[in-house]
C-alpha cells in the first residue's frame, strides 16, 4: 500500500483525494495539508479516512511513511514545491502548469534528473475514454499518417477577471491543455504557432490585460497542421471535441452527454446538451491518472506524462502569447534557449 500526501485542499485537491480513496485500491491518502486548512476542510478529510490534516505542507514532506506527494496548490508554488518535495526523496505528481516561468520548470527537470524519483504532470485529459480511443487509433494506423489535428474547448462559464489577472491567461490556463493534447494526439512536437484573439464573451477579462476567444494555428514536425478553438463561453455546457484526419481516413469524438436519449416527433428531433461541469466530464480521468502514477512507483515503470511533457505546452502556451502580442506566426525555437 503506496502512502501518499496532498499538498493543496482546494477544488483539485479534493478531486485527487476522493478519486484515490474510492478508485485506487493499492494508495493510501494519509495527509493533506492546506495554509487555510479549516473545520469543514478536517471533516471532509477524517469522512475519507485521512486522518492527518496540517497547515504546514513540510508535516507531509518530513513523513517518512509518505512514499508521494501530489502537488495540487496555488500554481506559482508548483514548481517551488515539487523541488523540495523531490529533495525530500519523494516521488511527485504535479498538477499542470509545472510553472509559467521556463527556468523554474527547467530547474524542476533538473531535480528529477538528479534524484531519480517519480514525476507526473496532471494533464488528466490524457487519460480521458474519448481522447485515448482517438490517439489508439492514430498508433495503430488506422488514419495513416496523421495531417490535421482539430481540437475545440469552450468553457460553460467565463471564469471571473481576478482569476485571469493571476492565472497566466487563457494560453496559459485553459488552452494549456489543448496544446498538451495536440501533441499527445499527433505524435509529434509543435514547431510554430499562430495565435489570433479578441474579447466577445466579458469586457472585465480584456480589461484585466487578456482575451476570452481565440483560434491557434500549428505547425507540427511531422508535417501536419493543428487548429485549436477557444472560447470561454459555450451557452450549451462543455464543449470538448477533437478529431484527427489523415491519409486513410479520419477519427473524431463528440460530447459526453448525460444520456443518448434523442427525442423525435413532429417538432423537431432534441438531444441532450454536453455535460455542463469539468468533473462531471472528466472524473473519469482524475481517477486513471492516478492509478497510472501509482502503477508507475510500485513497478518502478516510466510515468505517462512526464516532466518535459510539462515543459512543452507551457513553450506553446508562451509562443502564442507571442504571436498574439506581435501579430505573426512564432516559431517555438524563438523560446528554446
Same mark, same amino acid.
Given at each position: 500500500?503506496?502512502?501518499?500526501?496532498?499538498?493543496?485542499?482546494?477544488?483539485?485537491?479534493?478531486?485527487?483525494?476522493?478519486?484515490?480513496?474510492?478508485?485506487?485500491?493499492?494508495?493510501?491518502?494519509?495527509?493533506?495539508?492546506?495554509?487555510?486548512?479549516?473545520?469543514?476542510?478536517?471533516?471532509?478529510?477524517?469522512?475519507?479516512?485521512?486522518?492527518?490534516?496540517?497547515?504546514?505542507?513540510?508535516?507531509?514532506?518530513?513523513?517518512?511513511?509518505?512514499?508521494?506527494?501530489?502537488?495540487?496548490?496555488?500554481?506559482?508554488?508548483?514548481?517551488?514545491?515539487?523541488? *523540495?518535495?523531490?529533495? !525530500?526523496?519523494?516521488? #511527485?505528481?504535479?498538477?499542470?502548469? %509545472?510553472?509559467?516561468?521556463? +527556468?523554474?520548470?527547467? @530547474?524542476?527537470?533538473?531535480?528529477?534528473?538528479?534524484?531519480?524519483?517519480?514525476?507526473?504532470?496532471?494533464?488528466?485529459?490524457?487519460?480521458?475514454?474519448?481522447?485515448?480511443?482517438?490517439?489508439?487509433?492514430?498508433?495503430?494506423?488506422?488514419?495513416?499518417?496523421?495531417?490535421?489535428?482539430?481540437?475545440?474547448?469552450?468553457?460553460?462559464?467565463?471564469?471571473?477577471?481576478?482569476?485571469?489577472?493571476?492565472?497566466?491567461?487563457?494560453?496559459?490556463?485553459?488552452?494549456?491543455?489543448?496544446?498538451?493534447?495536440?501533441?499527445?494526439?499527433?505524435?509529434?512536437?509543435? *514547431?510554430?504557432?499562430? !495565435?489570433?484573439?479578441? #474579447?466577445?464573451?466579458?469586457?472585465? %477579462?480584456?480589461?484585466?490585460? +487578456?482575451?476570452?476567444? @481565440?483560434?491557434?494555428?500549428?505547425?507540427?514536425?511531422?508535417?501536419?497542421?493543428?487548429?485549436?478553438?477557444?472560447?470561454?463561453?459555450?451557452?450549451?455546457?462543455?464543449?470538448?471535441?477533437?478529431?484527427?484526419?489523415?491519409?486513410?481516413?479520419?477519427?473524431?469524438?463528440?460530447?459526453?452527454?448525460?444520456?443518448?436519449?434523442?427525442?423525435?416527433?413532429?417538432?423537431?428531433?432534441?438531444?441532450?446538451?454536453?455535460?455542463?461541469?469539468?468533473?462531471?466530464?472528466?472524473?473519469?480521468?482524475?481517477?486513471?491518472?492516478?492509478?497510472?502514477?501509482?502503477?508507475?512507483?510500485?513497478?518502478?515503470?516510466?510515468?505517462?506524462?512526464?516532466?518535459?511533457?510539462?515543459?512543452?505546452?507551457?513553450?506553446?502556451?508562451?509562443?502564442?502569447?507571442?504571436?498574439?502580442?506581435?501579430?505573426?506566426?512564432?516559431?517555438?525555437?524563438?523560446?528554446?534557449?
Amino acid at each position: 500500500m503506496i502512502k501518499l500526501g496532498i499538498i493543496g485542499a482546494g477544488r483539485i485537491g479534493k478531486v485527487h483525494a476522493e478519486s484515490i480513496t474510492k478508485y485506487v485500491p493499492n494508495a493510501e491518502v494519509k495527509a493533506i495539508a492546506d495554509p487555510f486548512m479549516n473545520e469543514a476542510t478536517k471533516e471532509w478529510a477524517k469522512g475519507l479516512g485521512i486522518q492527518n490534516t496540517y497547515n504546514d505542507y513540510n508535516e507531509v514532506l518530513n513523513d517518512p511513511e509518505i512514499a508521494a506527494v501530489l502537488v495540487c496548490s496555488s500554481t506559482n508554488t508548483h514548481s517551488q514545491i515539487s523541488i *523540495e518535495a523531490l529533495k !525530500a526523496g519523494k516521488h #511527485v505528481f504535479c498538477e499542470k502548469p %509545472i510553472d509559467h516561468n521556463l +527556468d523554474r520548470i527547467k @530547474a524542476v527537470l533538473a531535480e528529477v534528473e538528479r534524484t531519480g524519483l517519480k514525476f507526473q504532470v496532471g494533464f488528466n485529459r490524457r487519460f480521458d475514454h474519448n481522447f485515448k480511443a482517438i490517439k489508439d487509433a492514430v498508433v495503430a494506423g488506422k488514419i495513416g499518417d496523421p495531417h490535421i489535428i482539430r481540437v475545440t474547448s469552450r468553457d460553460p462559464e467565463a471564469p471571473p477577471a481576478e482569476y485571469v489577472k493571476v492565472s497566466g491567461g487563457i494560453f496559459l490556463d485553459m488552452t494549456i491543455h489543448d496544446f498538451d493534447m495536440v501533441r499527445f494526439l499527433s505524435g509529434s512536437e509543435v *514547431e510554430e504557432v499562430y !495565435a489570433a484573439g479578441t #474579447v466577445l464573451v466579458d469586457p472585465a %477579462i480584456g480589461e484585466a490585460g +487578456d482575451i476570452d476567444t @481565440a483560434i491557434i494555428t500549428l505547425k507540427f514536425a511531422n508535417g501536419a497542421l493543428g487548429v485549436i478553438d477557444n472560447s470561454r463561453r459555450a451557452a450549451y455546457g462543455y464543449d470538448q471535441r477533437a478529431e484527427v484526419f489523415g491519409s486513410k481516413g479520419a477519427v473524431a469524438t463528440g460530447n459526453d452527454s448525460p444520456s443518448t436519449a434523442v427525442i423525435s416527433t413532429e417538432n423537431g428531433i432534441v438531444s441532450e446538451k454536453p455535460l455542463y461541469f469539468f468533473l462531471e466530464r472528466y472524473m473519469q480521468s482524475f481517477s486513471q491518472e492516478m492509478k497510472e502514477f501509482v502503477d508507475a512507483i510500485v513497478n518502478d515503470t516510466e510515468v505517462p506524462v512526464n516532466a518535459m511533457d510539462g515543459l512543452k505546452p507551457v513553450l506553446i502556451g508562451l509562443a502564442a502569447k507571442k504571436s498574439l502580442q506581435e501579430g505573426r506566426p512564432v516559431k517555438i525555437s524563438e523560446l528554446e534557449v
